[in-house]
C-alpha cells in the first residue's frame, strides 16, 4: 500500500539538492560497474600522461548519479523516459558534487527536469531528465 | 567568395567520410541483464531504490549503456569504419579519448534476463576544435538497444578524441642578483655555509652584505659563520599576486640568528598558517632544480615540535 502524500509535479519547482562525495572509490566503482575500463578512469598516472591532474569519474556514472537523484527525489514509481547531459568541468576526486534540478515543464503526469550537478570547478554535468510519475498531481 | 578565415582541415575531410557508417552492426551484449551487475551498479551509485531488486526488478534505465559495453576483453560487434575512424585520429596524435555527451531514451525497462542487441552508426564527426583539453574531433555515434527484435532504448554518445595540450614546463625561480659587494654570501650558500660579514675594526656584524660598516664606516671585514639558529623575528603569508614559479600561499619570515643579525628566507617545516613570531628555526640548504638548473637556497625549518597544534 501506497501511503505516500501524491507527488505534485509544478513547473519551475526546485528538487531539494543532492550532495554526492566524489571519491576515489566512487570513481573506480562507477567506472567498474558500467563496464569502463578506459584507465583515466582508474590509473592517475595514466590520466596524468593524457594531460588530467587525476582520475575522473566517466559519464556513464554521471549519468546514473543524475538518474538517481530523479528517481530518488519522485520515488520507486517513476519511470524514466529521457536521460540527456552534458560534461563539462571534471569530477576529480575529493570534490563534492552538489546535484540540483528545477522542473521546466509539465505535461500530465510527465516532467521535464533540468539537472545541474556543480563541483569545485564549475558545471560538471547539464542536463534534461524526462520522467513519468504515475500517482503525480500535476500543477503545471 | 568568404572572406572568414579556413583554417586547412585535411583530417577533418577525410574524418567526415566516416559519416552514416556502421560503428557496430548485430553487436549483442556480453551478459543478459542480471540482478549482480544491477545489484553492483547500485552500491556504486549509492541507489537504495527498491525498484532495482526482488522478483519484479528493473535494471536502473540508465544502465542502458552498460549492458552493450565491451569491458576489458573488447568489443565484437565493432565494425572496421568505427575502427578505422579511431586509428586515423591515434595516427594523428588524437591519442586520448573523453565522453561529452549522452543522450539515452527508454521505450521499456529492461529486466533480468532479457538479452540485449545492438546496432550502431556514425551519426556525425565535428571539423577540428580547440578545447581546454587538447585539439581534436567530436564524434557521435547513436545505438538502437533491441530485446528480441524490439526497441527498448536508443543511446546517442559523444566522445572528443583529441591530442593532449602539452603542460608547460614550469617557470624558473628568479635568481638573485650577484655582484662584488654580495658575491661571498652566496658563495658561502653553496658550499652550505651561512656567512655573516664582520668589520674588522669594530666587530659589529651586518647583514645584508655592504661594502662598509655602518657602525664606523670602515671598508674592511672578514666573515662569520652562522650557526644557523634563529627564530621568526617576523614574517608575511604570500597569497597574491601569485608568482609563476612559486606556489602561493607560503610564508616568507625575517629570521633573527643567534648571532644578532636578521635574514629573510622562507619556513618551511609548518603549513604557511602556522608560522608565528618566536618559533625557532634552523637554517637548511635546500637545492632547487629548474630549467635553468641547480640553485642553492638557505631556508629556515622550524625546530622539531614547535610551531604545530597552534601553540
Request: no cysteine; charged share 10%; glycine share 14%.
Given at each position: 500500500m501506497n501511503t505516500a502524500p501524491t507527488t505534485a509535479l509544478t513547473a519551475g519547482a526546485e528538487l531539494p539538492p543532492l550532495e554526492i562525495a566524489v571519491t576515489r572509490t566512487l570513481i573506480v566503482a562507477g567506472a567498474i560497474a558500467s563496464r569502463d575500463y578506459q584507465d583515466v578512469h582508474h590509473d592517475a598516472e595514466s590520466a596524468r600522461q593524457k594531460g588530467s591532474p587525476d582520475v575522473f569519474m566517466n559519464i556513464l556514472t554521471t549519468n546514473g548519479l543524475v538518474g538517481r537523484y530523479i528517481t530518488d527525489h519522485f520515488g520507486p514509481t517513476a519511470i524514466l523516459r529521457k536521460v540527456a547531459i552534458r560534461l563539462g568541468a571534471p569530477n576529480y576526486p575529493g570534490d563534492t558534487m552538489v546535484l540540483t534540478g528545477t522542473i521546466e515543464a509539465v505535461d500530465g503526469d510527465t516532467a521535464t527536469v533540468r539537472v545541474v550537478g556543480a563541483n569545485a570547478l564549475g558545471r560538471h554535468v547539464t542536463g534534461t531528465v524526462t520522467v513519468t510519475v504515475p500517482d503525480a498531481e500535476a500543477r503545471p | 567568395m568568404s572572406t572568414a578565415e579556413v583554417v586547412p582541415d585535411p583530417l577533418g575531410a577525410r574524418l567526415k567520410?566516416?559519416?552514416?557508417?556502421?560503428?557496430?552492426?548485430a553487436g549483442v551484449g556480453k551478459d543478459p541483464v542480471n540482478a549482480p551487475m544491477i545489484r553492483h551498479w547500485c552500491e556504486a551509485m549509492g541507489d537504495t531504490s527498491p525498484?532495482?531488486?526482488?522478483?519484479d526488478a528493473i535494471a536502473p534505465p540508465t544502465m542502458l549503456q552498460a549492458w552493450t559495453m565491451g569491458g576489458l576483453?573488447?568489443?565484437?560487434?565493432?565494425?572496421g569504419a568505427y575502427d578505422e575512424l579511431l586509428s586515423l585520429l591515434d595516427a594523428s596524435g588524437c591519442t586520448a579519448v573523453v565522453a561529452t555527451d549522452c543522450e539515452q531514451e527508454y521505450l521499456r525497462p529492461l529486466r533480468p534476463g532479457d538479452r540485449v542487441a545492438f546496432d550502431s552508426v556514425i551519426e556525425s564527426v565535428s571539423g577540428r576544435k580547440t578545447t581546454k583539453l587538447g585539439t581534436g574531433y567530436f564524434v557521435t555515434t547513436r545505438t538502437d538497444v533491441r530485446v528480441d527484435g524490439d526497441l527498448v532504448g536508443t543511446h546517442r554518445f559523444r566522445i572528443l578524441k583529441y591530442a593532449p595540450a602539452r603542460r608547460k614546463p614550469p617557470a624558473p625561480r628568479p635568481r638573485p642578483v650577484v655582484g662584488r659587494d654580495n658575491a661571498g654570501f652566496w658563495q658561502g650558500v653553496t658550499e652550505h655555509r651561512l656567512l655573516i660579514q664582520r668589520c674588522t675594526d669594530c666587530g659589529t656584524l651586518r647583514h645584508p652584505w655592504l661594502p662598509g660598516c655602518n657602525a664606523c664606516g670602515c671598508l674592511d671585514w672578514d666573515t662569520l659563520e652562522s650557526s644557523g639558529e634563529g627564530t621568526v623575528y617576523s614574517y608575511v603569508v604570500m597569497?597574491?599576486?601569485?608568482?609563476?614559479?612559486f606556489d602561493p600561499p607560503y610564508a616568507v619570515g625575517l629570521v633573527e640568528l643567534a648571532e644578532g643579525v636578521r635574514m629573510v628566507g622562507n619556513v618551511t617545516g609548518v603549513p604557511y598558517d602556522k608560522v608565528r613570531i618566536g618559533l625557532p628555526v634552523q637554517v637548511e640548504f635546500r637545492t632547487y632544480e629548474d630549467a635553468e638548473g641547480a640553485q642553492v637556497l638557505p631556508v629556515f625549518r622550524v625546530v622539531d615540535g614547535h610551531g604545530e597544534g597552534g601553540a
Open positions: - | 567520410a566516416y559519416e552514416g557508417r556502421p560503428a557496430a552492426v525498484a532495482y531488486s526482488g522478483p576483453s573488447g568489443h565484437q560487434g565493432r565494425t597569497h597574491h599576486p601569485p608568482f609563476p614559479a
